[in-house]
């Protein structure tokens, strides 16, 4: 609850705080202050030492699992703010604005890793992603910013409505918003009836979270939203947002898959084979970085969707390990990209000669992105084929994700082979040496949870 209110709280103290100062880099401190209280309320409340309490009759539950998870979510928010936040100054001229709509987005965010019921849910959702639609609109004189905005508005309404839809046919089958579905009683004959409302619903809500996720086949409007939101704004979409979704899918379908039966397995099944081919087989064939990793960003929700294929523990712990190493790997490489004015692959020409420290972190980043060893994204995606095989799962799948993975290799390589290999003047902005410092410190951090994972694992059984 502590997340929650302090949130809200802060994204009316950053409005404010562009009433009393029009000095960005001002309002930008306020922010990370802001963030880092945010962040000890939550561990406060995580840990019991102080927490806020106030009776929500059963409509949020606060597990230790969803508070450490929404730790990781702000710590990733407060990385990206000292990152990036010149470059959030530099979208336009409300950055307290920016602040304010990024605090409600955590908000929604805060309820999703705490929610109990399908009202919850469905509030949870849109207070994160209504703030998005403004922020992906927020570079007002580029039209592929008002294109992206608007197509991100009308394709989240697309999907809320069959989300509300689902929700809709559940409380017809159930009576209520629990996530529980009470036991059905066997008939005369000894068969437990199906209720196909119920199915219905279920079979809805599973579409309208691949769509919040972007998880194909309702990943199409990724691509374009990613590319034409302000880059800035684009890393913290396709990390914190997308992380948010992700654990809202968990809790979502932990206690329901089975109510869908065998077809519950050969629905995720398509799903997670289809998000990997068209992620990474498009990303093969894009032109320009950024809409590559638009297409990166399909591919990681591919892994991560094994979590929910079999949840485990390997997979509880391998869905934490995944938001911590792609939050760190693609808030950085996108800090790295906004000081590139040229975003194609040869834009990046020779930026190794120009700027070694840029460059030394882009590699770790892309590293960690393709599940290389000793970078933290190798053990996220090892806990994810792990959790499968000790499930006893199918083993086909597994090795499928390893072809795949081994694809995108090839794509990421590029992005380092046009800065090591090949020679250019790349177009690069203004870079401080505090800057480098805070690049170069989080590279060393993807690097320190690629050999001791039990960094991030750890502070969950504490």
């Known amino acids: 609850?502590?997340?929650?209110?302090?949130?809200?709280?802060?994204?009316?103290?950053?409005?404010?705080?562009?009433?009393?100062?029009?000095?960005?880099?001002?309002?930008?401190?306020?922010?990370?202050?802001?963030?880092?209280?945010?962040?000890?309320?939550?561990?406060?409340?995580?840990?019991?030492?102080?927490?806020?309490?106030?009776?929500?009759?059963?409509?949020?539950h606060f597990s230790?699992?969803?508070?450490?998870?929404?730790?990781?979510?702000?710590?990733?928010?407060?990385?990206?703010?000292l990152l990036s936040g010149s470059a959030v100054e530099k979208v336009g001229n409300y950055a307290a604005d920016y602040y304010a709509l990024i605090f409600f987005v955590l908000c929604g965010t805060s309820i999703l890793t705490s929610f109990n019921g399908l009202l919850m849910l469905f509030l949870g959702i849109e207070i994160m992603t209504i703030p998005l639609y403004i922020l992906t609109g927020a570079d007002k004189k580029n039209l592929?910013?008002?294109?992206?905005?608007?197509?991100?508005?009308?394709?989240?309404?697309?999907?809320?409505?069959?989300?509300?839809?689902?929700?809709?046919?559940?409380?017809?089958?159930?009576?209520?918003?629990?996530?529980?579905?009470?036991?059905a009683v066997p008939n005369s004959a000894g068969v437990i009836?199906?209720?196909?409302?119920?199915?219905?619903?279920?079979?809805?809500?599973?579409?309208?979270?691949?769509?919040?996720?972007?998880?194909?086949?309702?990943?199409?409007?990724?691509?374009?939203?990613?590319?034409?939101?302000?880059?800035?704004?684009?890393?913290?979409?396709?990390?914190?947002?997308?992380?948010?979704?992700?654990?809202?899918?968990?809790?979502?379908?932990?206690?329901?898959?089975?109510?869908?039966?065998?077809?519950?397995?050969?629905?995720?099944?398509?799903?997670?084979?289809?998000?990997?081919?068209?992620?990474?087989?498009t990303a093969?064939?894009?032109?320009?970085?950024k809409r590559m990793l638009a297409y990166s960003s399909i591919a990681q929700a591919g892994f991560m969707l094994f979590a929910l294929y079999t949840y485990n523990d390997l997979a509880k712990e391998g869905i934490l390990l995944y938001a911590v190493a792609y939050c760190l790997a693609t808030i950085g490489f996108f800090a790295v990209l906004v000081k590139v004015k040229d975003h194609s692959f040869d834009g990046f020409n020779g930026l190794a000669k120009a700027q070694p420290v840029l460059a030394f972190s882009a590699v770790v980043f892309l590293m960690s992105l393709a599940g290389i060893p000793l970078t933290a994204g190798f053990f996220a995606k090892y806990y994810m084929l792990a959790a499968v095989i000790k499930s006893g799962g199918s083993f086909w799948i597994v090795l499928v994700a390893l072809v795949f993975a081994?694809?995108?290799?090839?794509?990421?390589?590029?992005?380092?082979?046009?800065?090591?290999?090949?020679?250019?003047?790349?177009?690069?902005?203004?870079?401080?040496?505090?800057?480098?410092?805070?690049?170069?410190?989080?590279?060393?951090?993807?690097?320190?949870?690629?050999v001791l994972p039990s960094i991030v694992l750890n502070w969950f059984y504490f």
């Open 144 to 183: 592929k910013s008002n294109e992206a905005s608007l197509k991100y508005f009308l394709m989240g309404s697309f999907s809320t409505g069959i989300m509300l839809m689902g929700i809709a046919l559940v409380y017809g089958a159930n009576g209520s918003f629990a996530l529980t579905t009470p036991a």
């Open 1 to 60: 609850m502590n997340a929650i209110i302090f949130s809200a709280i802060m994204g009316v103290v950053m409005m404010f705080s562009g009433i009393i100062t029009e000095k960005k880099s001002a309002i930008s401190f306020v922010a990370v202050v802001a963030l880092f209280i945010l962040l000890a309320a939550n561990i406060a409340n995580t840990y019991g030492l102080c927490s806020i309490s106030i009776n929500t009759h059963d409509l949020l």
């Open 64 to 81: 230790k699992f969803g508070l450490y998870f929404n730790s990781i979510l702000i710590t990733a928010a407060l990385i990206f703010v």
């Open 406 to 450: 081994a694809i995108s290799v090839y794509y990421y390589f590029k992005v380092i082979q046009a800065m090591y290999f090949k020679s250019g003047d790349p177009e690069i902005m203004e870079v401080s040496s505090g800057y480098k410092t805070a690049i170069v410190l989080v590279s060393l951090l993807v690097i320190a949870i690629g």
């Open 284 to 289: 093969v064939f894009q032109q320009s970085v």
């Open 193 to 281: 009836p199906v209720s196909f409302l119920l199915v219905g619903g279920y079979i809805l809500l599973f579409v309208s979270m691949c769509f919040k996720v972007s998880a194909a086949p309702f990943h199409f409007w990724t691509p374009d939203v990613y590319d034409g939101a302000p880059t800035v704004f684009t890393a913290f979409m396709s990390t914190i947002v997308k992380a948010a979704g992700f654990f809202a899918f968990l809790v979502l379908f932990e206690a329901n898959a089975t109510l869908l039966g065998p077809s519950w397995k050969i629905m995720l099944t398509f799903v997670i084979i289809a998000t990997l081919l068209i992620g990474n087989i």
